[in-house]
């Protein structure tokens, strides 16, 4: 059964600082991967989706992630913190369904 | 706005009782997923419906059960509430039966007193 954790249940980061948040992957077969970010009293909204091609992706508001199968990592990153990016942030892996880390939270000082 | 659209947004209920949850699948969408997030967790697979039909489904009871109606939107019934199914429950509508391609709704905030 394929399992997604996430390193750190919270992080706080200062504006303008480096946002790096983990994720690793436990399956056979490579999934397809997502993260997606959660603001308080809302549903989830898509950040960015590997699928296959370029291990490298991009997605809205500044973020992209790195798949590295060798590490079954899929950590998300943002050169430049901003206030508005604190949020909930969760990695999931999709097979026949969304199986979801537990959740990271994004704290933004400034 | 993803054009998902659920039922209510919030209500709270007696332990014991009956709910229905609903809804509405994004134009062109014929998958339904739904998904308990209980507090500061993630998000739990609970069922989906692929064209009206049961098509997967996750480690929840029986007392969890769903539909999905022609024009593609779904319900979500949970009976015996039990004060654990305290939780956001969360739609995710797709089209085709892979389901990646997923818009999620905002959810409906369950309480269990």
């Known amino acids: 059964a394929q399992s997604v954790t996430q390193l750190g249940s919270h992080v706080s980061v200062s504006e303008g600082a480096l946002v790096l948040l983990r994720c690793n992957y436990s399956s056979s077969v490579p999934p397809y991967l997502f993260w997606y970010v959660q603001y308080p009293n809302q549903g989830l909204q898509l950040l960015l989706k590997?699928?296959?091609?370029?291990?490298l992706v991009k997605g809205i508001n500044g973020f992209e992630a790195e798949f590295k199968k060798s590490e079954t990592s899929f950590h998300l990153t943002k050169p430049s913190a901003h206030m508005s990016d604190a949020a909930e942030y969760f990695c999931?892996?999709?097979?026949?369904?969304?199986?979801f880390g537990p959740g990271t939270r994004l704290s933004v000082l400034p | 706005e993803t054009g998902v659209t659920q039922s209510p947004t919030h209500l709270i209920k007696t332990r014991g009782q009956q709910v229905t949850l609903r809804c509405s699948s994004q134009s062109g969408h014929n998958t339904v997923s739904w998904y308990q997030q209980a507090l500061g967790q993630g998000p739990q697979f609970i069922f989906q419906?692929?064209?009206?039909?049961?098509?997967g489904r996750g480690n929840f009871p029986p007392r969890f059960s769903g539909l999905q109606f022609p024009n593609y939107s779904s319900e979500l019934n949970v009976n015996a509430l039990e004060l654990d199914d305290s939780a956001l429950y969360l739609c995710?509508?797709?089209?085709?039966?892979?389901?990646?391609?997923?818009?999620f709704g905002q959810g409906t905030r369950l309480t269990v007193v």
């Open positions: 999931a892996a999709h097979g026949q369904n969304f199986v």
């Open positions: 590997y699928t296959t091609g370029a291990t």
């Open positions: 419906y692929y064209r009206e039909e049961e098509n």
């Open positions: 995710a509508s797709s089209q085709g039966r892979d389901g990646t391609e997923a818009f």
